[in-house]
């Protein structure tokens, strides 16, 4: 059985950094994703990771400030999350899927969500 698992959510200041894991099990190999809903809003792509972690991609609103990362046994990703704003307030979701681009209807696994709270 597939299963993604995220921690790392809370609540922070704007300026801070925070990081989020994602611990996977019950598949072999998958491209990762992170994506975000915010009130209201549809969710949106974060950023991903090829299964080999050697490709990485990242939406407009968070390049130079987010990393995705995948450890060597490839079974956790992390997003570290650099110089947070108040619009990066969100439900941060992880996903796993063999297409895994920027689309959710890329992605065949989701976890849970991990809220992410950014005071101004």
């Known amino acids: 059985q597939v299963q993604l698992v995220e921690s790392g959510g809370g609540l922070v200041q704007a300026g801070d950094s925070l990081t989020l894991s994602c611990t996977a099990s019950?598949?072999?190999?998958?491209?990762m994703g992170w994506f975000r809903q915010a009130a209201g809003k549809e969710r949106e792509f974060v950023a991903r990771?090829?299964?080999?972690?050697?490709?990485?991609h990242y939406a407009d609103s968070v390049k130079g400030r987010f990393t995705i990362s995948r450890d060597k046994a490839k079974i956790t990703v992390y997003l570290q999350m650099n110089s947070l704003k108040p619009e990066d307030t969100a439900v941060y979701y992880c996903?796993?899927?063999?297409?895994?681009?920027?689309?959710?209807?890329?992605?065949?696994?989701w976890g849970q969500g991990t809220q992410v709270t950014v005071s101004s």
């Open positions: 996903a796993a899927g063999n297409t895994g681009g920027y689309y959710t209807i890329e992605y065949d696994y």
């Open positions: 990771i090829s299964w080999s972690g050697g490709s990485t």
């Open positions: 019950g598949f072999t190999s998958s491209a």
